[in-house]
């Protein structure tokens, strides 16, 4: 039927993959707060169940069961909105994700490799990526809280900067492949060679930038808990607040897949071609990877200062961002 492979499957596609970014989020706790405790010299959460694999389980009855406060004067509806759009910014970007090369064949009906195959697809992503500011400006100023207001005006400011040469970077990884559908950017790296390779530099400015817009350390100052009083969730507590740590967390992982993606190949690899789940394989590999080298600055690395933040964006990468895009311009055009 025609209604099950252009509807059905869609949707159910959809469903697994929210449900496995949800749980994604977790488990990424989890191992977050293991990696950051063997860094350390610690053993991390080892109580909850064996080896402590249900402390995200243990962490999310927590903070269901914890009370919900809503500000007098606060904006009802903008308050409550904030935490929504967190979370639904980093998952809806998964849409244009390919996960492998080619459909699976599953009783009589294909499985596509990826959500919306459309020719934008790089301009969507760093689109609805970019909303995710929005929900940290809404939360502090519908707070109706000066401490809150001024973490969300200095998180903006910082969100807002590092966009500038994370987009210069996407410029230039456009010049190179011609084209800003993932599907074809994969493809060009598996005709030609890792973009890591042919774009060292905008592989290192767009990994440091995307660290700044997913609010991680060194630059986790939007919810710098010693200044601002914990920024721009200072009125949020219980499941509200999880929901910011929830969108920070899947931020993570759509940063570390869409990394992947466009320096790392994707899901090609030997045999990736022929055998899709072995592409999908790599992918999440490829992600893990990603991942665990966020968490390894986080605990090697310790965090800077707000005029160092806005220093380094203004004066370092971004002229290093537009000098890479005209030598790449000047490389392409000779």
Same mark, same amino acid.
């Given at each position: ?7 059905l ?10 449900v ?5 989020? %977790? ?9 950051? %405790? ?8 080892n ?16 903070? *269901?069961?914890?009370e ?47 959500l919306?195959?459309? !020719?934008?697809?790089?301009l ?10 929005? %929900? ?15 973490? %969300? ?28 559908? *993932? ?17 060292p ?5 767009? $990994? ?6 997913? !609010? ?9 808990? !010693? ?9 949020y507590?219980?499941?509200? $607040? ?5 969108g ?19 899901w ?8 899709? $789940? ?31 933040? *806005?220093?380094?964006?203004?004066? $370092? ?18």
């Amino acid at each position: 039927m025609d209604w099950i492979q252009s509807l059905l499957i869609p949707v159910v596609y959809s469903v697994i993959l929210v449900v496995m970014l949800l749980t994604g989020f %977790a488990y990424l706790s989890l191992v977050e707060r293991k990696l950051v %405790a063997r860094f350390t010299m610690r053993f991390g959460p080892n109580r909850a169940g064996p080896f402590g694999l249900l402390q995200p389980v243990a962490d999310a009855l927590k903070m *269901m069961f914890k009370e919900e406060l809503l500000p007098t004067h606060a904006d009802k509806w903008v308050y409550l909105l904030a935490p929504m759009l967190a979370i639904s910014t980093a998952i809806i970007g998964w849409a244009v994700f390919p996960l492998t090369s080619h459909g699976l064949s599953l009783l009589g009906y294909t499985i596509p490799p990826i959500l919306a195959d459309v !020719n934008v697809g790089l301009l969507y992503v760093a689109a609805v990526t970019s909303i995710g500011s929005y %929900a940290v400006v809404l939360a502090g100023w519908a707070s109706d809280n000066k401490y809150s207001l001024l973490g %969300a005006l200095r998180a903006s400011a910082q969100l807002v900067s590092y966009e500038l040469p994370m987009g210069l970077t996407l410029v230039a990884v456009i010049l190179v492949t011609g084209t800003m559908s *993932m599907t074809k950017i994969i493809q060009f790296q598996v005709d030609h060679a890792w973009l890591i390779v042919l774009q060292p530099i905008a592989f290192i400015i767009f $990994f440091v930038t995307g660290l700044a817009e997913s !609010n991680r350390s060194p630059f986790d100052l939007p919810e710098t808990e !010693n200044e601002l009083v914990s920024g721009f969730m200072t009125e949020y507590g219980g499941i509200r $607040f999880a929901s910011f740590a929830m969108g920070e967390y899947i931020h993570v992982i759509t940063f570390s897949a869409l990394t992947a993606i466009l320096f790392l190949g994707g899901w090609s690899g030997p045999g990736a071609d022929s055998v899709p $789940f072995l592409g999908l394989l790599y992918f999440f590999i490829k992600t893990a990877v990603m991942i665990f080298t966020v968490i390894w600055v986080r605990a090697s690395v310790p965090r800077v200062r707000y005029d160092q933040l *806005m220093r380094f964006c203004w004066k $370092f990468l971004m002229p290093l961002a537009l000098l890479n895009l005209v030598v790449t311009a000047i490389v392409i055009a000779l």
